[in-house]
């Protein structure tokens, strides 16, 4: 689909940190159809793999690590793999999202500890190390995608 002059992103670079869902697939293809570089960094390999080959498929460029993007050190062996490449990073999609379909009284505190640290430190420390690379060159875009249940609740 044709993207509009002004929401073109040509020559910026997008970082992507997903989850094992299909929409960091999408994320990517969006972002790449934009003419965006894309960087995908998730947990799973089958969905950094599946992100990388779809934005190949329309012609676009990505480069991708599996790994946890709440832990400080794989976020930093991201930024490895494609800063010497590209040399920037403009755009952080935080789409790290931990699902836990059970009811609060019979959570345990080690399965609260992996939702936050997933939901919440993912976000934080993403954002901390990027936002260094941004303030650089004063430019830079953050999405952060959640769940509608943070509106809504579920029962």
Known sequence: MPVLPEYRLDGKVAFVAGDADGITPAIAIALA???????????????????????????????????????PE???????????IWGQVDILVNNC???????????????????MEGNLNAVFLLTKTLVRHMLKTRYGRIVNISSVVGLSGNP
């Open 97 to 115: 999202r931990t699902y836990l379909g059970k009811p609060f009284e019979d959570t345990s505190t080690e399965e609260w500890d992996k939702v």
């Open 33 to 71: 159809e934009s003419g965006a570089k894309v960087f995908i960094m998730a947990p799973g390999a089958p969905t950094v793999e599946t992100s990388m080959l779809s934005v190949a498929a329309i012609g676009g460029e990505a480069l991708g690590q599996f790994g946890d993007p709440a832990d």
């Open 74 to 84: 794989r976020i930093e062996r991201g930024l490895e793999a494609f800063m010497p």
